[in-house]
């Protein structure tokens, strides 16, 4: 009753009623007859205080339930939908394979993304551990290079039983959590720029950048004499893993690995340099090309208190590796001086006692070859549209270059 | 993407009919636009983000299941954070009964008056929230949600629909809110100044 009186007593005599000067608080004066009223009532001025008082309070107050992990853990929309479709199917018109909608097509392709992501992260593990290259100096324990080359046949459908077999039997909403997990793993950093490929320059001006190169004296026939140079700057990529998100992929899909369980490290980098390396491309008359490139090894640094032989033969034991590629991967025994190459299922590959005076390895497609050879710690690749043999005698004939004199 | 989709897609009106209709993509354009907003009231109330996300989710379900009627003043949005509101504050109260957490917080704000210091400046970061959760629960149903809704960014109107009240009502449900919050908080008390209205 007195809280009615009250009221009464303020909206004759004019004053602003509770709302009023709440809405105050917001959004200033609506009127100039408001704004009057508050600058010669006390009642009022002092109510406004007061609520502005309590405001304030309840905003600060309300302000720490907003932390920061708001802006870092709120679940991603598209994820969240995945999560809801798998709760809802069955339900009316949402279908397990409808791909019929916005958000299914989104969602369906972020998957197809994060599959692609783990079939890439996995097979560049293998490639790092399953070939490391360890320097010749070796004045770190963990810094590799390559020294030799070894060919790895690898069915084109290697991964196929890891998407069969451990993601087909998640439901929709596990694939978007791991897609997520995915996201969380780490970050992946590259100086390169694929979009930014070097001008073509002559070889006098590849050598004032580059330094000394070799070119071949014997070319297949019909192939010009004189090349396009490319010098390729060098450059670095690393690869930073957040530990616990690691562990916690490799606990959820339940793989056999072990090597992260001892690390105390928040994060591991592994980081690839490249030094300078020069391309020369040689063209026939219909534009057939055949490529030399040469390069000092690659430098791959892995942190020091990762155990890379360990993790190698996790990854070794994983069970969706075709014996036979395990087989091959094992038999290369001095693995941390050997650059894996993969081929593909089709391909042959032959290793050679000599490529210009040094041990390589030849490989033969379906419409090429390739030979790559590794001398005074350069690496040395010929490939291209020719013959094996056209390609191995270019190969063979490689010799420093010298400017024809005018 | 949500941006993108707000710019080229109909009102709520439009898309509740289709989800009455059964068109899926209409829920999720609902879904899109309004996930966010309402996960974070939920996160507000209930602190765990995993809980929060399935009250908003479930929010979503009770939508598609049994669409709310085409009224004239039909709103899904305010609907919407109604329903999550509710749930989350729910969910604060059936958490106090199964934790003994409170008295725990109890026993610090006994600490607190002893000592003659702002409770939120003693408890710990963690526990803040926690401590202001548990009062916020405590207020009246449309004090709470009207608190929470205008701290996640929605207008008076908005409010107003969202609670089933005139627009001119809002002002003072706000402002007693957050008088009864302060109060319970303590928050200015131990500084003397206590308020007589």
Known sequence: MEAVAMAERRRTRGCLTEGQLRLLLDAGPKSGAERDHLAGCRRCTEQLELMRRDATAATAALARLDDARDRTDAPEVIAAYGRLRSRLMGDRWIEPDSRDSHMSELWNRRWVRASGAITAMLVMMLVFTASPMRTVANDFLNQFRVQKFVAVTIPMDMLQPLQSGLLENMSDAEKAEIQQQLERLGSFETTFDLDQLPAPVTLAEAERQYGPFNVPGDLPADYATVPDAYVVEDGGASLTLNVGEVQALIERMNLPIFAFQDVTADTLTFEVTTDPAVVLQYTTSDGQPLSVVQTKSPRLVTPADFDMNDFREDLLGLPFLPPDVVAQLRAVDDWESTLIIPVPEGATSENLDDVNGEPGLLIEYEDGAAVLWQKDGILYAVFGQASADAVRDAADSMERWQPIAE | ???????????????????????????????????????????????????????????????????????????????????????????????????????????????????????????????????????????????????????SGLSYAEIAEALGVNANSVGTILARAERALREKLGVGMVDGGGRDG
């Open chain 2, 1 to 151: 993407m949500a941006q993108a989709a707000m710019t080229a897609e109909p009102t709520d009106r439009v898309l509740l009919d289709g989800v009455r209709h059964g068109d899926e993509r209409a829920f999720e354009a609902l879904f899109e636009r309004h996930f966010s907003g309402v996960y974070g009231a939920a996160r507000r109330v209930v602190g765990s983000p995993e809980e929060a996300e399935e009250i908003a989710l479930d929010a979503f379900v009770r939508l598609y299941q049994r669409p709310i009627a085409d009224t004239d003043d039909a709103n899904v949005r305010g609907w919407l954070y109604r329903v999550v509101t509710n749930a989350a504050f729910n969910a604060v109260r059936a958490r106090r009964r199964r934790r003994n957490w409170f008295q725990r917080l109890a026993a610090r704000r006994q600490l607190v008056n002893e000592h003659h210091a702002d409770p939120l400046e003693v408890v710990s970061a963690s526990d803040e929230a926690a401590w202001v959760r548990a009062h916020l629960a405590e207020l009246p149903e449309r004090q709470r949600t009207a608190l929470v809704l205008r701290s």
